[in-house]
């Protein structure tokens, strides 16, 4: 098991902790880990004196326990995460430990005033994102906002009891992929990340705001949550068939045609359909303009019954006609 102890008072402090304990000769932003520990990286941003932004990713070749000591000052710490973990609240701080469990990805919030104890077992997949926001950032605007602050503190409160009710967004979804598993062809420097990372926190507050009642400030959960998803898979590995419709789509998904259609689109940012399309218009591309294949042969395995609405669909998708001689 290895061990490490620390805090989020000071983000440069973090950073020198870690860094000498995996990766001392590092000079860059990833502080990757030795072989024997994970395979992966952390990196620490400051986004400004006041809010910083943490990125984990790696998968962890040995048992990790992470011990995050509480400190004096009320700060926020916001945890996006693409992996599972199983928690239960003690008195003066929170035992986390790594779950295999399915999860579309969460969010949950904390108060820094309240240490953890984080369990991450051998062969974890830990993809994640935090952003902390120290109390000197929130304060003043708490101060002018009481409405605000007890908003947070509720918001502190229930993610912990009911954290099947913090799902990802679909702009969320997007983002945290951008921070944890960029396109390194277009990043150009941590400013990419920074600029994620306040896009992300613009999120949070939008969330807040949401609130209308303690105990359901949602109206959704997880196990609806990765119904929707179970069934984009679906769509996704049935392309080559025939679409077949939203009420079938809800029933495999055990929810009402409306709950289902609003929450998809919801999550997806599409309607099953234009997910549908989408998905087989993208495939499509990759089949003509990456393997060279006729307009033919891919309308004959992709079930498109029209050249002429296939075409149109390809040009208004992509800005380019496929080539009718290909």
């Not at 790594?98 to 919030?109: E, F, I």
Request: hydrophobic share 35%; glycine share 4%.
């Amino acid at each position: 098991m290895h061990k490490y102890t620390f805090d989020f008072s000071d983000i440069d402090k973090l950073r020198n902790y870690f860094r000498s304990q995996l990766d001392p000769n590092s000079t860059t932003d990833r502080i990757y880990f030795p072989p024997e520990i994970g395979e992966g990286y952390l990196s620490y941003y400051k986004i400004s004196p006041e809010v910083f932004l943490l990125v984990n990713n790696y998968r962890a070749n040995a048992d990790i326990e992470y011990i995050r000591q509480p400190i004096n000052e009320k700060d926020i710490i916001l945890h996006f995460r693409k992996y599972a973990l199983d928690h239960q609240l003690e008195k003066n701080q929170i035992i986390s430990t790594y779950s295999d469990s399915y999860t579309p990805g969460n969010m949950r919030c904390m108060d820094g005033q309240q240490g953890e104890q984080v369990f991450i077992t051998k062969g974890a997949e830990v993809k994640s994102t935090m952003i902390v926001l120290k109390s000197s950032y929130t304060e003043p605007y708490f101060m002018k906002n009481n409405d605000m602050a007890e908003r947070v503190d509720s918001y502190i409160r229930y993610s912990h009891q009911h954290i099947n009710k913090f799902y990802l967004s679909y702009k969320q979804s997007n983002l945290f992929d951008q921070i944890v598993e960029p396109d390194v062809d277009k990043v150009e420097n941590y400013l990419y990340f920074i600029a994620r990372g306040i896009r992300l926190l613009e999120t949070f507050w939008k969330d807040v705001l949401k609130w209308e009642t303690e105990s359901n400030p949602f109206n959704i959960n997880s196990a609806q949550v990765g119904s929707i998803y179970k069934v984009s898979n679906y769509l996704r590995n049935n392309i080559q068939e025939p679409f077949i419709g939203v009420d079938q789509l809800a029933a495999m998904a055990h929810m009402s045609r409306t709950n289902f259609f609003n929450m998809f689109k919801e999550i997806h940012n599409q309607t099953p359909l234009e997910f549908f399309n989408n998905r087989r218009l993208e495939i499509s591309y990759n089949m003509i303009i990456g393997d060279g294949l006729s307009i033919r042969e891919v309308m004959d395995t992709l079930n498109y019954s029209n050249s002429s609405k296939f075409r149109k669909a390809f040009f208004n998708k992509f800005d380019i006609y496929p080539d009718m001689n290909s």
